[in-house]
């Protein structure tokens, strides 16, 4: 791998998405997959399954929260930089049901100093909009990728 310092922000994206991936068991285990990732944007899908339905037979909420807090993970640490969430919501339009294809697409807001807001719109595989989540982001110390002095 070439130093980041010779990386395009597009490079830097996608090399500190897999540093992230390697370790996310969470989000590998709920079968999400990553399918774009740029800076300050990420993308990733999930397939509703019969264990992560509720009462009403519908997806439940948690699985929706957690694909779009991992879409929001992925996109605000595409700089290199260590980020975690500092406040996140939810509001859920739409249920998801069983067999859907549900994808989350994250955009950044604002970043300013160690502080980022990220919007990740959830559709269903017609389109049909799901939920919106909005994530306040922190910065923390530490990178993905390793820093030449």
Wanted: net charge neutral; with cysteine.
């Amino acid at each position: 791998m070439k130093p980041v310092s010779q990386m395009t922000p597009e490079e830097v994206a996608k090399a500190s998405a897999a540093a992230m991936w390697q370790g996310d068991t969470a989000s590998q285990g709920l079968g999400m997959q990553l399918r774009h990732m740029a800076p300050g944007e990420a993308t990733m899908t999930m397939t509703v399954t019969p264990a992560m339905s509720n009462g009403h037979g519908n997806c439940h909420g948690g699985f929706m929260f957690a694909l779009a807090d991992s879409t929001f993970a992925f996109a605000c640490n595409s700089y290199n930089q260590a980020v975690v969430a500092q406040h996140c919501s939810i509001t859920y339009i739409a249920p998801g049901q069983v067999g859907d294809v549900l994808t989350a697409e994250a955009r950044e807001v604002s970043r300013r100093g160690r502080s980022g807001i990220y919007d990740i719109r959830i559709t269903n595989q017609r389109g049909e909009h799901i939920a919106e989540f909005r994530g306040h982001s922190r910065s923390v110390k530490g990178t993905h990728l390793p820093v030449e002095d």
